[in-house]
């Protein structure tokens, strides 16, 4: 089977190299791909929005799946246009039509989506342009810390935690007035900020049943002990040590079912991968947000640990199958640590070298390209914020971020730029266990 993957960061380059194991995988396209996916499958130079051009692609290659990393495609409707199209329904998406594809399009669709539902979450109220004096009499009133949001997709950057009135002022104002965010902050999402510890979690499903993937943590904030500018994510540990079956139980009762039961009733349909972000505030789960797809650097944590074939779970989600569906994983933890060009994530250069590639990684590391081109004379260089993730597996977490950070040292480009601390904040439930 020809399977085609949209997308160009670390996460479709695990999805690469995850269902590259499969005996029933023949060959791997990835659109537009980066330097890693080329190593393992053929990079097509399509943008992941160019829908007519990805549908002659799929039909001309044989295409039988359709792998959907990145959240822009799924939000403008990639999965509507392949289903509307004769000559592809054949081809089995894993992702959501655009209708679910808006509980990460806009936050205020899920915040309504969740209070609609019961579902535990912050309390909020959603402001515009229009409404910029009310929402500055909002922030007057309100306690802080508090969040803001921007309304659509912002690659991962458009949240604000102000501690005060003027830098929520400030953050509103950027959005609202001066389009920070662009189009994605002419709604700004002003919610109480819970106190307590992130957790995500991640589900296959086919709108009725569902399969639970390999939970994780990941690390927002660009400076060590999550201090600085939000970023796309800078490292992730599996497993959560305070994710225990109880805690998971109250995830399953209180979040996912009836998210599944919210959009039945919505009448959403919903083919592929929800990425539920949580925080663990006192021992019960409240949503933070929705995601449509899988996280990033999540996936180059989670993956790893599932040891079963995607490409069945996968033929599952399809046949829905899911309930029936038995995940192996593996007990070990992943650590996952990201490298960064310097100034991310501000401004920063593209096209520096990076040394260290060609270098044997430690036994028990992976290493999965996000922002990085090859040139013609093979040299590989940086070409975005996030360049490499680095995921290492051990016996326990120390030993997987030991691994990990000793991978990281071995990777170099002028600026490169790792945070050290990934995983700090979780040390205490691993002490409390012994």
């Given at each position: 089977m020809n399977v085609l993957i949209i997308?160009?960061?670390?996460?479709?380059?695990?999805?690469?190299?995850?269902?590259?194991?499969?005996?029933?995988?023949?060959?791997?396209?990835?659109?537009?791909?980066?330097?890693?996916?080329?190593?393992?499958?053929?990079?097509?130079?399509?943008?992941?929005?160019?829908?007519?051009?990805?549908?002659?692609?799929?039909?001309?290659?044989?295409?039988?799946?359709?792998?959907?990393?990145?959240?822009?495609?799924?939000?403008?409707g990639i999965a509507d246009y392949f289903a509307e199209k004769e000559y592809l329904k054949h081809i089995l998406v894993?992702?959501?039509?655009?209708?679910?594809?808006?509980?990460?399009?806009?936050?205020?669709?899920?915040?309504?989506?969740?209070?609609?539902?019961?579902?535990?979450?912050?309390?909020?109220?959603?402001?515009?342009?229009?409404?910029?004096?009310?929402?500055?009499?909002?922030?007057?009133?309100?306690?802080?810390?508090?969040?803001?949001?921007?309304?659509?997709?912002?690659?991962?950057?458009?949240?604000?935690?102000?501690?005060?009135?003027e830098e929520a002022a400030f953050a509103l104002t950027g959005m609202l007035k001066h389009s920070k965010f662009g189009a994605a902050g002419d709604k700004v999402v002003i919610e109480e900020f819970l106190q307590g510890i992130e957790l995500s979690a991640f589900i296959l499903t086919d709108g009725q049943e569902y399969v639970l993937l390999p939970e994780a943590k990941d690390y927002k904030r660009i400076g060590e002990g999550d201090v600085g500018l939000n970023t796309g994510g800078m490292g992730a540990v599996s497993p959560?040590?305070?994710?225990?079956?109880?805690?998971?139980?109250?995830?399953?009762e209180r979040v996912i079912e009836p998210t599944l039961q919210g959009l039945q009733a919505e009448g959403i349909p919903y083919s592929g991968f929800l990425f539920i972000g949580?925080?663990?505030?006192?021992?019960?789960?409240?949503?933070?947000?929705?995601?449509v797809r899988l996280g990033d650097p999540e996936t180059e944590a989670i993956l790893p640990r599932i040891k079963s074939d995607l490409f069945e779970l996968f033929k599952a989600l399809h046949d829905h199958e899911l309930g029936q569906f038995q995940l192996e994983i593996d007990p070990r933890s992943a650590t996952t640590i990201f490298l960064v060009s310097g100034g991310y994530p501000e401004d920063y250069e593209k096209g520096k070298e990076i040394q260290g590639l060609e270098k044997?990684?430690?036994?028990?590391?992976?290493?999965?390209?996000?922002?990085?081109?090859?040139?013609?004379?093979?040299?590989?260089?940086?070409?975005?914020?996030?360049?490499?993730?680095?995921?290492?597996?051990?016996?326990?977490?120390?030993?997987?971020?030991?691994?990990?950070?000793?991978?990281?040292?071995?990777?170099?480009?002028?600026?490169?730029?790792?945070?050290?601390?990934?995983?700090?904040?979780?040390?205490?439930?691993?002490?409390?266990?012994?």
């Open positions: 997308g160009s960061g670390g996460r479709e380059h695990a999805l690469a190299w995850k269902i590259g194991q499969s005996p029933y995988c023949e060959s791997i396209f990835v659109a537009p791909g980066n330097a890693g996916t080329a190593q393992i499958a053929t990079n097509v130079d399509i943008s992941i929005t160019n829908f007519e051009e990805l549908a002659k692609f799929a039909a001309d290659f044989n295409i039988m799946m359709l792998i959907v990393g990145q959240e822009a495609a799924l939000v403008e894993v992702g959501p039509k655009k209708a679910g594809a808006q509980l990460e399009g806009s936050k205020d669709f899920s915040k309504q989506f969740l209070l609609k539902y019961g579902i535990p979450t912050a309390r909020y109220q959603t402001f515009t342009s229009e409404t910029y004096e009310q929402a500055l009499a909002y922030l007057q009133n309100h306690p802080y810390p508090v969040v803001l949001k921007a309304d659509g997709l912002a690659a991962g950057k458009g949240v604000v935690i102000a501690q005060n009135y959560v040590p305070f994710a225990d079956d109880q805690f998971m139980g109250k995830v399953r949580l925080m663990n505030v006192n021992g019960d789960p409240y949503v933070i947000e929705y995601n044997v990684l430690p036994e028990g590391t992976l290493c999965f390209h996000a922002g990085t081109r090859q040139n013609a004379d093979g040299t590989v260089v940086t070409d975005g914020g996030r360049v490499i993730a680095v995921t290492g597996l051990g016996e326990d977490m120390e030993e997987a971020l030991e691994k990990a950070n000793l991978a990281a040292t071995r990777i170099k480009w002028q600026g490169r730029y790792f945070r050290h601390d990934i995983g700090f904040d979780l040390k205490q439930y691993l002490a409390s266990r012994f």
